[in-house]
Nanobody
C-alpha cells in the first residue's frame, strides 16, 4: 500500500501561483511513477501531468503545458506540482496518484490521495 497526502491548495487570484505537495508513505516511493489529476465540479477527473520514477521524464496535458511543472524528491518521498499563471478554469480538486507505469491514463493509477482544493478567482 502507498498512502498519499496532498497539501498546498487554496484560493489564489488569476495570474498567481501555487505549489502543491504530495507526501507518500508505505512502499518504496521511487518504485512508482506519479501523476497529478484534477476534477472540477460536474466534470470528469482529468490528467494534468506525470513524472517518471527517477524524475527524468515529465509530460503534461495541453491545457497546462508551459504553466505547470512537476518535480519529485525521492529522498523526501514527495512530489510537487508548481502551478503558475493560474486561470479560473484551473479551479478543481487536485489529486496525486501513484502507478507502477509511466502513464497518462487514470486507470493505471492504483493509489490516490484525498485531494486538495484549488480555487482561482478572476
Amino acid at each position: 500500500q502507498v498512502q498519499l497526502v496532498e497539501s498546498g491548495g487554496g484560493l489564489v487570484q488569476a495570474g498567481g501561483s501555487l505549489r502543491l505537495s504530495c507526501a507518500a508513505s508505505g512502499r518504496t516511493f521511487s518504485n512508482y511513477a506519479m501523476g497529478w489529476f484534477r476534477q472540477a465540479p460536474g466534470k470528469e477527473r482529468e490528467f494534468v501531468g506525470r513524472i517518471s520514477r527517477s524524475g527524468s521524464m515529465t509530460s503534461y496535458a495541453d491545457s497546462v503545458k508551459g504553466r505547470f511543472a512537476i518535480s519529485r524528491d525521492n529522498a523526501k518521498n514527495t512530489v510537487y506540482l508548481q502551478m503558475n499563471s493560474l486561470k479560473p478554469e484551473d479551479t478543481a480538486v487536485y489529486y496525486c496518484a501513484a502507478s507502477v507505469s509511466y502513464s497518462d491514463y487514470l486507470g493505471s493509477y492504483n493509489y490516490w490521495g484525498q485531494g486538495t482544493q484549488v480555487t482561482v478567482s478572476s
